[in-house]
């Protein structure tokens, strides 16, 4: 049997298979409107479990970390007054007390399986159990069968939910046949919002009142019991809207002074704008001042090294003929052979006057001393001519990575499908090479 015939049988085997998730999943009644969530829930007596999951680095198909976290139906449901910033963002701590009142949450960790922890964010929510990789889907059976009520099986709820259900349909099978409604909360706040892309769990936090909730170190990878517990809450907010109101999804424009904070790394002073003397160093940032060279006296006759003689105002009067824009020394060295400033800056206007300085100036004898010039100059910096369009150039360059990222994202989530697809059927594929072996 030659190598495309084989691929061509896998292929028509993931098809299947996707077909049959598909299937499975239009057996399920799915609310995936807003309306139809809160028809859903006004009827519900059973309550959702909102699951998250964080698969495996080795295996797509094998998970490391499970979360699941119960709502109770919204006729008993008690959560505080208001579930917002005002409320919570004083104290994260007294976020998680409170969540704890009337949430119940349970994290599954597999043994052999490490996280990552140095870079992960650490479950807050409830107790963490870890256990053998088989004996996985019998400790989930056992959280999932104790939230369950006399009246019958809970609600699944998720927030992009296709790959928990591609891992119940094809690594824990027996946990799929605990739910009969399905819940996408990315879908329902798509509809939600009139959106034609699909929003981030982050956004969406935020916009609905969550802001605090949200992930606070962006370099820090999730938590799947923390995950489990923002999407309840997340619920348990689009539950208690009376109508649908349209929130807007918030975007780097306006995601109030958290979100800019983010947006930039650093923030320069208003007094920058005019400044020109800098005491403790080069003018800054280099974006407004990039056309800069280091000035260093020294003695006459010989190499030593002697005190700067000006402060920065002085420096940029005593090189006043060349126009310089803006002027600084060093900061004090805290050692004792170096303990006064040695360096000064100076800053222009265009490169042709830094070349021009530099040619005049480098190596010179001027009343007595003799200047060594270095120039700063560096070509891959943006020059800006104000602080708005250094600002302006710092949005388009992140909104430039942020793409590139995504587009990132994009490519590792189709590959990392791939490696399920082909992680699920290898064992399907071995067994026709066996037989069209034989």
Same mark, same amino acid.
């Given at each position: ?32 409107? !807003? ?63 409170? +969540? ?46 104790? !939230?369950?009520?006399? +009246? ?38 798509r509809d939600l919002c009139c959106m034609d892309t699909y929003p981030s769990l982050r956004n969406t936090l935020i916009a609905f009142g969550l802001g605090c909730m949200k992930p606070r ?31 807007? #999804? ?26 020109? !003397? ?22 006459? #006759? ?30 004090? +060295? ?49 020059? /800006? ?13 992140? #909104? ?22 082909? /992680? ?10 066996? #037989?069209?072996?034989?």
């Amino acid at each position: 049997m030659g190598n495309d015939e084989v691929q061509a049988k896998r292929h028509d085997l993931k098809t299947q298979r996707s077909h049959q998730v598909q299937a499975f999943r239009s057996q399920l009644h799915e609310p995936r409107t !807003f309306d139809e969530l809160h028809q859903f829930a006004a009827e519900d007596t059973t309550g959702f479990v909102t699951v998250d999951f964080d698969s495996w680095r080795q295996s797509p198909t094998e998970l490391s970390e499970l979360g699941f976290t119960y709502v109770p139906p919204l006729a008993q449901l008690d959560p505080p007054q208001k579930l917002d910033t005002e409320d919570w963002s004083a104290e994260h701590h007294h976020t998680r007390a409170v +969540a704890r009142t009337f949430l119940q949450s349970h994290s599954i960790r597999v043994k052999g399986r490490p996280r990552g922890d140095r870079d992960r964010e650490s479950y807050w929510y409830g107790p963490s159990k870890f256990v053998e990789p088989d004996e996985v889907e019998e400790e989930a059976l056992k959280i999932i069968r104790s !939230f369950k009520s006399e +009246a019958g099986t809970p609600c699944l709820v998720g927030f992009s939910i296709g790959y928990e259900l591609n891992v119940l349909f094809v690594t824990y099978p027996r946990l799929r046949d605990e739910f009969s409604t399905i819940v996408d909360l990315q879908l329902v706040v798509r509809d939600l919002c009139c959106m034609d892309t699909y929003p981030s769990l982050r956004n969406t936090l935020i916009a609905f009142g969550l802001g605090c909730m949200k992930p606070r170190d962006p370099l820090r990878r999730l938590c799947a019991g923390n995950d489990a517990v923002r999407i309840a809450l997340l619920l348990v907010n689009m539950l208690r809207l009376p109508t649908p109101p349209r929130p807007s #999804m918030p975007t780097i424009e306006n995601l109030g002074p958290e979100g800019k904070k983010r947006e930039y790394s650093w923030r320069w002073n208003r007094a920058f704008r005019s400044r020109q !003397f800098w005491n403790g160093g080069r003018p800054m940032p280099k974006e407004l001042f990039p056309y800069t060279v280091m000035l260093m006296p020294r003695a006459e #006759m010989g190499h030593k090294r002697l005190e700067f003689p000006f402060s920065a105002e002085g420096l940029s009067n005593y090189f006043k003929q060349y126009s310089p824009i803006a002027s600084g020394i060093s900061s004090q +060295a805290k050692s004792i052979r170096y303990s006064k400033p040695r360096f000064g800056y100076l800053s222009f206007g265009s490169l042709e006057s830094l070349d021009r300085f530099v040619e005049v100036v480098n190596k010179k004898v001027i009343e007595g001393r003799l200047w060594v010039v270095f120039s700063q100059y560096d070509p891959s910096i943006r020059p /800006a001519c104000s602080l708005e369009e250094h600002h302006r150039n710092i949005r388009e360059d992140q #909104m430039a990575q942020k793409e590139v990222k995504q587009e990132q994202r994009q490519e590792q989530r189709q590959n990392k499908q791939e490696v399920f697809d082909d /992680a699920a059927d290898e064992d399907i594929g071995g067994s026709i090479d066996t #037989m069209f072996a034989s």
